[in-house]
């Protein structure tokens, strides 16, 4: 056994009796190690022990509830209450409710806050996402100029003559139309794998 957990066993109903006293309210002997195991390092069979050891001394006091046992700090210690007393108790307890339930407000606006900052663009990074698209553009606006300045374009008007015309040849040729295009060395759109994009 540790020395911490040596001590601990020697004080447990000390630390227990003081815990109920404080905290006066009602415990189950798990209630009590689950709440104070971790800062004074109680096994649970000491616990139980020690809280049945002080209900035997008429310490605390004992009752049962349903299958458990609970246990909780003799009311006789403590002094009585007038009714004032409980009624500014209560008025305490609405003013420090509304004042719990106004930061818990506060807390939650200023998370939020916090998460759209966090996820917003710092300044370099929002100045480095204009320059992408400046260049971007630029590069479209490039590529938009060179086809404007090709000077082999057909004119829809010149396609639909064109294909009128060939349509009225292939109406007396006898091989297919493509074979007609190889032979007078006619170059289509298909040669090349272009594919217009819908008007």
Same mark, same amino acid.
């Given at each position: 056994?540790? %020395? ?11 630390? /227990? ?7 006066? $309210? ?6 009590? *190690?689950? +709440? ?24 605390? %006091? ?6 458990q046992k609970i246990y909780f700090a003799d009311q006789g210690? *403590? ?34 806050? /916090? %998460? ?12 480095k996402e204009i320059q992408e698209l400046k260049k971007e ?5 490039? $590529? ?22 060939s349509d009225a040849i292939l109406e007396g040729y006898p091989?297919? %139309?493509?074979? *007609? *295009? ?10 090349? +794998? ?6």
């Open positions: 056994m540790s %020395k911490g957990r040596a001590e601990a066993a020697a004080g447990v109903p000390g630390i /227990l009796l003081r815990y109920l006293q404080e905290q006066n $309210r009602p415990y189950s002997a798990q209630d009590v *190690f689950g +709440n104070l195991q971790r800062e004074h390092e109680l096994g649970k069979a000491a616990v139980v022990k020690a809280l049945e050891q002080l209900a035997q001394q008429g310490k605390i %006091k004992e009752k049962m509830y349903g299958k210690q *403590f002094d009585m209450v007038s009714d004032a007393d409980l009624q500014c108790l209560d008025a305490k307890i609405v003013a420090l409710t509304a004042k719990a339930q106004s930061l818990q407000q506060n807390c939650r606006q200023m998370e939020a806050e /916090l %998460k759209e900052l966090t996820s917003a663009l710092t300044t370099p990074d929002m100045q553009c630029a590069g479209y606006t490039e $590529r938009l100029r060179n086809i404007k300045a090709a000077t082999n374009h057909v004119t829809p008007e010149e396609k639909e003559q064109s294909t009128e015309l091989k297919s %139309k493509k074979q *007609f *295009f190889e032979e007078v060395g006619i170059e289509t759109d298909e040669d090349y +794998n272009v594919k217009l994009p819908d008007p």
